[in-house]
């Protein structure tokens, strides 16, 4: 989030990222992981950086700069972004173009490496929460503040075939409140367990999905209740429009979700189709990471 | 319970309204302006080696936990 708003914003660098980088994108916790050619990759390179594989730190995440071959050239972990100018300069006044062969893919770990349910859909969720936050003149808070989380919702291919019937499985309704109706406005958030649904009362009636949702850990110190408004289409057999809106008041924090609002706070969580037009259509669900078949079951 | 959020929607505890629909869906949805989106990202190491042997540029690896596309 701080990244997109700040560093990624930075004309500067969008314009050598653009013009003298191939820049990617990747969850770390996948790529360290991964036992094929996509992960063993990534390993040589972080390897050669502060943060290594398997030196019991719990992740390598940060910006690496390296060569096509795999060689280090720089790594920063700051949001600063003029930290970040200064290195990705300063590698290009290090790097000498060479010619590198294409590695090749290989068998994939199939653990990691997966797609959307063949047959199903992909659906974008974003979420913001809406209010309660004391002002701050820290622009980096006010970036948390403003931001939006952003996570894909898949949904299987039975599942599809079920709302084309008009019909709404109740494995849908369980992936969505336990893996999407969460606050990840500031980060990785904390997911549902199964036994925190408190209830789910939805129903899908002439294209429209209408109900509430209620979700709250043993303790009540994180809790979401929120009414839900959503229109599903059907064309020539298959779900056009998959657009779904929860409004209500969240409670609480996770880990790597510090600094809400205090008390209640209200937060929307917007669902809409995906079209595979935006690059993070291809982005698997946060909530399958690491465990598709808890997810998608 | 009653909040005026800093995009001047009314959020009140109830029902979803087809105005609060209308309102809200829309505004969580991304405009197209964010500049970071305009970023050529590529979302796998492979695919980007293989980019940056052809262009013959340095890879830069935006590595983080979840995805940076996504929800970090």
Excluded at chain 1, 248 to 260: H, L, V
Excluded at chain 2, 36 to 48: N, Q
């Amino acid at each position: 989030m701080l990244d997109r708003e700040s560093s990624f914003s930075h004309p500067e660098i969008v314009a050598l990222l653009k013009n003298d980088f191939v820049p990617v994108a990747i969850d770390q916790a996948y790529q360290r992981r991964q036992q094929d050619a996509e992960g063993r990759f990534y390993q040589k390179i972080a390897n050669q950086g502060p943060r290594k594989v398997g030196d019991g730190g719990p992740t390598t995440q940060g910006h690496y700069i390296a060569t096509p071959d795999g060689a280090f050239l720089d790594y920063s972990n700051h949001r600063d972004p003029d930290g970040l100018l200064e290195i990705l300069r300063e590698s290009l006044e290090q790097y000498e173009p060479t010619a590198v062969a294409q590695i090749e893919a290989g068998k994939p770990d199939l653990k990691f490496a997966y797609g959307p349910p063949e047959g199903g859909l992909v659906v974008r969720v974003h979420s913001r929460i809406l209010g309660g936050y004391d002002e701050t003149d820290d622009p980096m808070k006010r970036i948390f503040q403003k931001g939006t989380g952003r996570d894909n919702f898949w949904i299987r291919k039975d599942e599809h075939e079920a709302l084309v019937r008009g019909e709404l499985f109740e494995s849908l309704i369980t992936r969505m409140a336990r893996f999407h109706f969460v606050d990840n406005t500031r980060g990785e958030p904390t997911m549902w367990e199964e036994s925190e649904i408190v209830e789910t009362d939805l129903s899908l009636e002439d294209g429209v999905l209408s109900g509430s949702i209620h979700l709250k850990i043993d303790s009540g110190k994180r809790e979401y209740r929120a009414d839900l408004l959503g229109f599903i289409d059907v064309t020539a057999g298959q779900i056009s429009r998959f657009d779904l809106l929860a409004k209500g008041f969240f409670r609480g924090e996770g880990q790597y979700t510090r600094g809400a609002p205090e008390g209640e706070f209200p937060l929307a969580i917007a669902f809409t189709l995906a079209d595979g037009s935006d690059i993070a259509d291809a982005v698997p669900p946060q909530g399958s990471r690491g465990w598709l078949d808890g997810y998608i079951r | 319970m009653i909040l005026t959020t800093a995009i001047g929607i009314m959020v009140m505890a109830g029902a979803v309204t087809q105005t609060d629909f209308d309102t809200l869906h829309s505004a969580l949805q991304p405009t197209g302006e964010e500049v970071w989106r305009t970023i050529p990202w590529e979302t796998s190491m492979l695919k980007a080696q293989a980019r940056a042997a052809e262009e013959r540029k340095p890879l830069f690896i935006w590595a983080m936990d979840g995805h940076p596309l996504g929800c970090t």
